[in-house]
């Protein structure tokens, strides 16, 4: 997941201003299916850019989201640049991108004080005074993951920390936190099995460290879980975003994602949704379905009543890695209920809760 520079955002910014998204509008996929999902008991994990997208879309929406694992990733509102109200446009984000590759990945900006803790607590809390995202009353209850390898030279542990020390200043007990940072992991999602050695850091970004993350993030959040089905039963399905984007101007996301349906869930049994998101070079254009179908969340959604969405971002020339939005490309607002890329996500879980026809 390399870093994005602040040069070539520059540039791809001149370019967004006369181009729009290419998308196949002819292309015919399934719809996102109608489930009956119980939206109250909602969970999100990420990595990367999908942790700093993970943490954003579960403090815009506590209300429903019970639980966040942020996988190599920082506090919320980090890369947001002090100077970024006095710059609109893709201005501001140029800005927060640098702050954001240098403060919030790298740790370069620490002797600035950078991540400040204290004042995105305080942001957090004007943003939720003012009805952007909900109260921070409702994130109080919530279960965390953390997770930080000891080889990750892309987000450094220190970031991670960073992390940790946010959820605990705005509210969450430490009992209701874990804390992962001694595993020999590069910058990538951890499997029991599947992916590179271990210590690597490259495509798909998924590595083998013995160590089941989606097991344990799954626990984390919902408590004790019946075991893992050894192979998934249920059905990955590729289904169109395209709906889901309306209204919507440079959103940055793919024509299609992915649904993981277990079998109990197309019957009678009321099952919860958890977000997959995944990080900067891993969506499905660039490693395929590798992040989809070896990082485990499957076979934990087999035997516990869980559907797995794996919402897609798309490359552009302002993002030519394919990363979630965290440090503004898509808009000013991308930190509350009114990001275009939170708003898509929720979206496609009002049309999984929707009655099964």
């Given amino acids: ?148 390898g000891t080889n990750d030279r892309t987000v450094v542990p220190a970031i991670v920390a960073a992390a940790f020390e946010y959820y605990k200043r705005i509210g969450v007990p430490e009992a209701n936190m874990v804390y992962v940072s001694d595993l020999p992991a590069g910058h990538a999602f951890v499997t029991e099995a599947d992916g590179l050695a271990c210590e690597n850091t490259g495509n798909p970004y998924v590595v083998d ?32 975003q395209r709906p889901f984007l309306e209204g919507e101007n440079n959103d940055g996301m793919e024509q299609s994602g992915v649904v993981y349906v277990p079998p109990a869930c197309l019957k009678d049994e009321t099952c919860r949704v958890h977000i997959a998101y995944h990080g900067c070079g891993q969506n499905r254009s660039a490693t395929g379905e590798a992040f989809i179908k070896e990082s485990g969340y499957a076979n934990w959604a087999d035997t516990n009543r869980l559907i797995v969405l794996f919402p897609q971002a798309s490359v552009s020339a302002v993002n030519p890695q394919g990363c979630w939005d965290w440090w503004g490309y898509t808009g000013a607002n991308y930190l509350t209920r009114d990001a275009a890329q939170i708003r898509i996500v929720y979206k496609m879980l009002e049309t999984l809760a929707k009655p099964q026809s």
């Fill in 209 to 240: 460290c013995d160590y089941d993350q989606a097991g344990v993030v799954l626990k984390q959040i919902y408590g004790d879980l019946a075991p893992r089905s050894p192979t998934p039963a249920g059905t990955f399905t590729e289904f169109d």
């Fill in 1 to 148: 997941m390399r870093a994005v520079t602040a040069r070539a955002l520059a540039i791809g910014a001149l370019a967004l201003a006369a181009l729009s998204p290419c998308r196949a509008d002819d292309a015919k996929l399934p719809t996102l299916p109608n489930l009956a999902a119980d939206l109250s008991q909602t969970s999100v994990s990420g990595i990367s850019s999908g942790a700093y997208m993970a943490g954003q879309f579960q403090i815009a929406h506590s209300k429903i989201v019970v639980g966040a694992a942020i996988i190599a990733g920082g506090p919320y509102g980090c890369a947001e640049s002090a100077f970024a109200d006095l710059m609109p446009g893709p201005g501001a984000a140029i800005l927060n991108l640098s702050k954001a590759v240098n403060g919030c990945m790298l740790n370069a900006l620490a002797l600035w004080g950078v991540p400040d803790v204290d004042q995105l607590v305080r942001k957090t809390e004007k943003l939720a005074d003012a009805g952007r995202i909900d109260p921070i009353a409702d994130l109080k209850n919530d279960r965390i993951y953390l997770f930080s």
